[in-house]
């Protein structure tokens, strides 16, 4: 288990310590993972990769106090969501007032001590988030990014990773957002609100 092992979590986070209310997810985690193993299905901790259609392993991770569980294959993700809200289930659950409380109790961040006052960045239309330093050079295009910046004239903001190093982020300074920028120690999900 992954989730909530320390070595991992060093490596993986660094300084960065969970939001205390995602110990109960502990326990989902140990059962995914049972479940998996008992039908031949790999699993990865906090991993975004794309399969075959055929994939081997689901991906898990924490996303806004849940556990997010995913195959590994872009085409049946997609298909899951229209899966997902066609579905015919007589008891209907309220998941966007779990989602609100969450963000207005401050309690929707993955990490402890994310700075909650949004206040200070202006609103925009747009908000760009991207991955720690570990994925943001393989993973996003400078030129997209230049683009997206020079398309919405200022109206968008880029917020980085929490664990995005300060030297990754000096160097795309220059290159990106010149001063549209958001801190990474800001919350994501209260931005999110906003814009």
């Known amino acids: 288990m992954e989730m909530f092992n320390r070595k991992v979590l060093k490596e993986r986070i660094g300084h960065l310590q969970k939001n205390d209310k995602l110990d109960y997810l502990e326990q989902v985690e140990g059962y995914v993972i049972r479940k998996c193993s008992e039908n031949g299905i790999e699993y990865a901790y906090d991993v975004m990769a794309e399969e075959m259609p055929y994939f ?33 289930d007589h008891e209907v659950l309220d998941y966007a007032s779990y989602f609100v409380s ?57 917020k980085p990773h929490p664990i995005t190093t300060h030297q990754i982020i000096g160097e795309d300074e220059r290159f ?20």
């Open 56 to 88: 081997k392993t689901m991906a898990y991770t924490e996303l806004a106090t849940c556990f997010y569980l995913q195959p590994m294959n872009f085409k049946i993700r997609d298909a899951q969501l229209p899966d997902a809200f066609n579905d015919k």
């Open 102 to 158: 969450n963000i207005t109790d401050n309690t929707a961040n993955k990490y402890k001590d994310r700075l909650d006052d949004y206040r200070k960045w202006p609103a925009k239309d747009y908000l760009v988030i991207l991955p720690g330093s570990n994925k943001l050079k393989d993973r996003c295009c400078l030129n997209k990014m230049r683009h997206i910046q020079r398309t919405h004239k200022g109206n968008v903001l880029f």
């Open 176 to 195: 990106i957002w010149a001063g549209k920028r958001i801190a990474k120690r800001d919350g994501y999900v209260l931005l999110h609100t906003k814009v």
